[in-house]
């Protein structure tokens, strides 16, 4: 299987790489490269059940997972305007609501409480670093509480970035990046899908079809610019970049 999808292959892209994990393609195979054989198992478990489309798994070796290339483009880019039409955002939406409608994945999500002690620690880092400014913690902090309420859990993506979503036209071609599955709140599903581009989340709730509390959303937002920035920066991304995590906590303000 490997020297069939492989043969012809002149250069190796590197998709992403840190020091936890990396993502190559190679020809039309997408390499990922885990250290923690626990998110490719999840990976490759969540790919198996989700009712929407994904990608093949070409085969699979830990700590590496093997996957097809798929059809589209990613629905847009964090910092980036997206050039997807309305139809594909509502697509967006209308996948997310099949997968927080379906059968709950047997392995457990994070609680609110836990969630709230993380921030906090991250929060505390911000300030005593002198990252951000101590008024633009606070103002987003509070508005994250919003989101740390108890919820329903639902079947979750965990990290559905716009760029994680490929489109064809107006159809949903595939989701990809499926390790962060499992039981969590759908409303940061949708949080986590309009991040950074809060003018597309009339397209995604239409697609969507179910009435949702705006101020969780929010508190979403908030929630995850505070908990990503130490991430980003210590891991070699800048969270300062237009349209990026530090200009959705400033648009808070």
Same mark, same amino acid.
């Given at each position: 299987m490997i020297s069939a999808t492989m043969t012809d292959v002149h250069e190796v892209e590197v998709v992403v790489a840190h020091q936890e994990r990396a993502t190559l393609r190679v020809g039309e195979v997408f390499l990922k490269i885990d250290a923690d054989r626990t998110r490719i198992d999840v990976e490759a478990e969540a790919?198996?059940?989700?009712?929407?489309?994904?990608?093949?798994?070409?085969w699979r070796k830990p700590p590496v997972l093997a996957l097809a290339a798929l059809p589209g483009t990613a629905l847009?880019?964090?910092g980036e305007?997206?050039?997807?039409?309305?139809?594909?955002?509502?697509?967006?939406?209308?996948?997310?609501? +099949? =997968?927080? !409608?379906?059968?709950?994945?047997?392995?457990?999500?994070?609680?609110? @409480?836990? &969630?709230?002690?993380?921030l906090d620690s991250r929060c505390e880092w911000l300030v005593a670093?002198?990252?951000?400014?101590?008024?633009?913690v606070t103002r987003n902090r509070?508005?994250?509480?919003?989101?740390?309420?108890?919820?329903?859990?639902?079947?979750?993506?965990?990290?559905?970035?716009?760029?994680?979503?490929?489109?064809?036209?107006?159809?949903?071609?595939?989701?990809?990046?499926?390790?962060?599955?499992?039981?969590?709140d759908a409303l940061y599903d949708l949080a986590t899908l309009?991040?950074?581009?809060?003018? +597309? =989340?009339? !397209?995604?709730?239409?697609?969507?079809?179910?009435?949702?509390?705006? @101020?969780? &959303?929010r508190g979403w937002w908030s929630l995850r610019s505070l908990h990503n920035i130490r991430w980003l920066i210590e891991h070699g991304f800048d969270p300062f970049l237009p349209g990026?995590?530090?200009?959705?906590?400033?648009?808070r303000m």
């Amino acid at each position: 299987m490997i020297s069939a999808t492989m043969t012809d292959v002149h250069e190796v892209e590197v998709v992403v790489a840190h020091q936890e994990r990396a993502t190559l393609r190679v020809g039309e195979v997408f390499l990922k490269i885990d250290a923690d054989r626990t998110r490719i198992d999840v990976e490759a478990e969540a790919m198996a059940v989700a009712p929407v489309p994904t990608p093949e798994i070409l085969w699979r070796k830990p700590p590496v997972l093997a996957l097809a290339a798929l059809p589209g483009t990613a629905l847009g880019r964090l910092g980036e305007p997206s050039i997807a039409s309305p139809g594909a955002w509502a697509a967006a939406g209308a996948a997310a609501r +099949r =997968l927080h !409608d379906a059968p709950l994945p047997p392995w457990p999500g994070r609680t609110p @409480d836990e &969630i709230a002690a993380h921030l906090d620690s991250r929060c505390e880092w911000l300030v005593a670093e002198r990252v951000l400014p101590v008024d633009l913690v606070t103002r987003n902090r509070g508005i994250a509480e919003a989101a740390l309420r108890p919820w329903t859990p639902a079947f979750t993506h965990g990290d559905l970035q716009l760029d994680h979503v490929f489109v064809d036209g107006d159809e949903i071609t595939g989701v990809i990046d499926w390790s962060e599955a499992g039981r969590g709140d759908a409303l940061y599903d949708l949080a986590t899908l309009t991040f950074g581009h809060e003018e +597309r =989340l009339g !397209d995604v709730l239409s697609g969507y079809g179910a009435d949702v509390d705006l @101020d969780v &959303i929010r508190g979403w937002w908030s929630l995850r610019s505070l908990h990503n920035i130490r991430w980003l920066i210590e891991h070699g991304f800048d969270p300062f970049l237009p349209g990026c995590e530090v200009d959705v906590l400033r648009s808070r303000m």
